[in-house]
């Protein structure tokens, strides 16, 4: 993987990335739902060393689901969440998939918090897909 680079939503805060991920998976837990606005946080961590940060980030501590404080790093501007760090995983930063300028680079190895995870997201239906919002 060559280097990685991504940004909130307002483009005040980009990253590149100089490493290959240490995980990738889908947190299903309550935080993350709520931290990111849906049923599941899509992340890969990488080695803290290997990530550049350009802008501000505003944190959000809350412990996590090891007990120990989890820093949940967001743009003061738009609030996208970019990253989070565990005080459990000293020197790891996850990096929210949907920050990525190529989310084709994320393949999950894992689900976590799978007994948190929405009903409808296990259902197996067949729902209806559109490329675009429908008329």
């Given at each position: 993987m060559?280097n990685?680079?991504g940004?909130?939503?307002c483009?005040?805060?980009r990253y590149?990335?100089?490493a290959?991920?240490?995980?990738s998976?889908l947190c299903?837990?309550?935080d993350?739902?709520?931290h990111t ?5 899509p992340f890969?961590s ?7 940060i350009?802008g501000?980030l ?14 949940r790093r967001?743009?003061p501007?738009?609030g ?7 005080a459990?995983?000293?020197g790891s930063?996850?990096v929210?998939v949907?920050?990525?300028?190529d989310a084709?680079v994320?393949?999950?190895?894992m689900?976590?918090?799978c007994?948190?995870a ?5 259902d197996g ?5 559109f490329?675009r919002?429908p008329?």
């Amino acid at each position: 993987m060559a280097n990685v680079t991504g940004g909130c939503l307002c483009g005040q805060v980009r990253y590149t990335i100089t490493a290959e991920p240490t995980r990738s998976g889908l947190c299903h837990c309550k935080d993350c739902q709520r931290h990111t606005g849906s049923a599941f946080e899509p992340f890969m961590s990488f080695p803290t060393s290997a990530v550049s940060i350009q802008g501000t980030l505003k944190t959000f501590d809350r412990p996590g689901g090891s007990g120990q404080i989890l820093h949940r790093r967001f743009c003061p501007h738009c609030g996208s969440g970019v990253f989070s760090q565990s005080a459990a995983r000293p020197g790891s930063m996850a990096v929210l998939v949907g920050t990525l300028d190529d989310a084709t680079v994320f393949a999950p190895t894992m689900e976590v918090f799978c007994d948190h995870a929405q009903l409808w997201m296990l259902d197996g239906s067949q729902r209806p897909r559109f490329a675009r919002m429908p008329p």
